[in-house]
């Protein structure tokens, strides 16, 4: 019996020893897999452990981001976003996400000053456009709000964040009718777009 219960001892030692030796990357690795399960909450809790090792691991900043965005906090969102690319995450990776936080927060003018000109890709380009356009929709500048999202339209014609912002300008001047065919094909190109959802929602029930 001693020594089964040495053995336990030794057991649960190594345990609480091996406990100690986990990375800011292990917590990273984990949160990650969390993410791509839709497990939010648990994914927060990791990515939060990661920091505590690591309060400069800039990978885990951004995808903590991403997370309070998905969660509907883009207060904590643009915090984070904001961090990660002071800490070197590149502007692609962290604008678009930047201009949805700050497009939900209602701030406008941060939002129209966020340089498109620094980002390399066309999908972040019309992404941060069409955040824009729907930025200056909200602010009843339905001119400029068509002239960004056209753009964004021209630089990623299949984005289905822009397809989505150009269904909300198009429902927000009375074209309902146009909008509808526009989100139904971003949801043939992707069946659990949520914002593709919501708004149709909306539209449906404007119609009753």
Known sequence: MKQIRWVLVAV???????????????YLERAKDLFDKGQLKAASIELKNALQENQNNAEARRLLGVVHLRAGDPAGAAKELRRAGELGVATDAVQPLLARALLSQGKYDELEKLPVASLSGSNEKAEVLAAQGL???????????????????????????????????????????KAYPILDEVLKQD??????WALLGDLRRSDK
Do not use: E, W
């Not at 602010?139 to 289905?160: E, F, T, V, W, Y």
């Open 12 to 26: 649960v030692f190594g345990l609480l020893v091996g406990c100690g030796n986990t990375t800011d990357a292990d």
């Open 135 to 177: 930025g200056k929709l909200a602010g009843n500048s339905r001119d400029d709000a068509k002239k960004r999202i056209d753009q964004a339209l021209a630089l990623a014609p299949k984005s289905s964040y822009v397809l989505v912002a150009q269904a909300r300008l198009l429902a927000a001047t009375k074209q309902k009718d």
């Open 191 to 196: 069946q659990n777009y949520a914002p593709a």
